[in-house]
């Protein structure tokens, strides 16, 4: 979806500026938001449902708030979406009775591969057969879902060159809206800073991005 989430590229907000010596944790709730998302990801929905639910916000909430009030924004909308809060509940801290048990936590010796190794989508099944090979020219295609996807909006319609051909891996588009995972060939590629930007970013840089086969035409 084109929504304000996808700032690639786009202007008039400043220039991004990193803390110096930034914490992982700037407050102590920060932490237990993260140890939430972990735990509930998986029961409420995939990833890739948990980025849509992060790419849903309004847009003045999203630009006013912070990375981890973004984790609590989309674990509160999924948790509603499936029925596991109220609003009511959501709004008073009270729970109005007692829930279908979840499966049980994690196991102390379990967390740091969890935490550390994530949950790989790189698959064995779905579409293996690669349509590209590295050093073929290729245009991402002008799409504009209003749904989720990985493709930005700074490169549709521009053309690359295949640098790396990643393997087979879960297809967000679909996996965010229950429709399965539908495994497809990854790309790495390339685009000319010029390409994306015009004549007066230098001519030497370069863009690497991830894309989706269903994404790319040949150029």
């Known amino acids: 979806m084109n929504g304000i989430h996808d700032m690639g590229g786009m202007t008039c907000y ?4 990193p803390e110096e010596n930034e914490p992982v944790f700037h407050a102590e709730w920060e932490k237990r938001m993260f140890a939430m998302t972990m735990l ?6 995939t990833l890739d449902g ?9 847009p003045a909430h999203y630009l006013s708030s912070t990375y981890y009030e973004h984790w609590l924004a989309a674990l509160e909308t999924l948790a509603l979406e499936k029925g596991l809060l109220t609003p009511e509940e959501l709004t008073s801290g009270i729970t109005a009775g007692a829930r279908e048990e979840a499966e049980g936590p994690l196991p102390p010796e379990a967390v740091s591969a969890v935490v550390h190794g994530g949950a790989p989508t790189n698959r064995e ?3 293996l057969t690669p349509r590209f090979n590295a050093g073929d020219k290729v245009q991402a295609r002008n799409l504009n879902p209003t749904g ?3 493709l930005p ?11 790396q051909v990643h393997g087979t891996f879960v297809y967000p588009d679909a ?8 495994p497809q060939p990854l790309y790495s590629v390339c685009f000319d800073a010029q390409e ?8 030497i840089d370069r863009r690497y991005i991830d894309l989706w086969e269903d994404y790319l035409d040949p150029a």
């Not at 909006?153 to 640098?163: D, Q």
């Not at 994306?196 to 001519?203: K, T």
């Open 196 to 203: 994306l930007w015009g004549p007066d970013v230098s001519a």
């Open 14 to 17: 400043g220039p991004v500026k």
């Open 40 to 45: 509930g990801m998986g029961q409420l929905d």
């Open 153 to 163: 909006r700074y490169v549709r319609g521009k053309n690359g060159v295949i640098a």
């Open 50 to 58: 948990f980025r849509h639910a992060i790419e849903r916000m309004d």
């Open 148 to 150: 989720h996807t990985r």
């Open 175 to 182: 996996n965010a809206h229950g429709k399965g995972e539908q």
């Open 125 to 127: 099944t779905g579409r």
